[in-house]
């Protein structure tokens, strides 16, 4: 089945507690994306790739790192989460041409106290 | 950044009703998406729009790309208690002949209809 993995589904932490949430897909495809959602914000890209060893900002960065070492898995990076970085993620992948599907995860709800 | 002003951001109406979800932008977009989105879940693709003035229907959902590629609108006909989620609008920028264009969101619209 094609699909986009997240986990931790769930994940409650500590300020300044390094963290990272795994994404993987199974479809080849060359981009892959994190969003943050939040009430009344929509979904905000954090970082892109567009292939492997390729990655690149996007709305709303600070805070967070992302690697692309194989093309199926992006791993998103805390260093040193903070309580403004509580909010629901998303990661998502799609061909870079054509219709530019996106695919989401099931997202991971990350609470920083 | 470009920028999506979606409208209403929140919708409760009866079922059987009619409704419209507005998309807007002073930006020109390749192509825009609709997504829905359920609770515990991610967005999942409605369709894409690329043509301005675009009409494309699925079954009681009838989306439209503005001529200008600026804005697109989403009316749901006779709305069922199955249509309630949060629905997203996300339009492709522009490239210039590049095969990618960074994705922006709108705030997203949530639609409840009640029985």
Known sequence: EAQVTQNPRYLITVTGKKLTVTCSQNMNHEYMSWY?????????????????????????????????????????????????????????????????????????????? | TQLLEQSPQFLSIQEGENLTVYCNSSSVFSSLQWYRQEPGEGPVLLVTVVTGGEVKKLKRLTFQFGDARK??????????????????CAGEEETGGTSYGKLTFGQGTILTVHP
Request: proline share 7%; with cysteine.
């Open chain 1, 36 to 113: 943050r959602q939040d009430p009344g914000l929509g979904l905000r890209q954090i970082y892109y790739s567009m292939n492997v060893e390729v990655t690149d900002k996007g709305d709303v960065p600070e805070g967070y790192k992302v690697s692309r070492k194989e093309k199926r898995n992006f791993p998103l990076i805390l260093e040193s989460p903070s309580p403004n970085q509580t909010s629901l993620y998303f990661c998502a992948s799609s061909w870079t041409s054509g219709s530019r599907e996106q695919f989401f995860g099931p997202g991971t709800r990350l609470t920083v106290l």
């Open chain 2, 71 to 88: 804005d697109s609108s989403l009316h749901i006909t006779a709305a069922q208690p199955g249509d309630t989620g949060l629905y997203l």
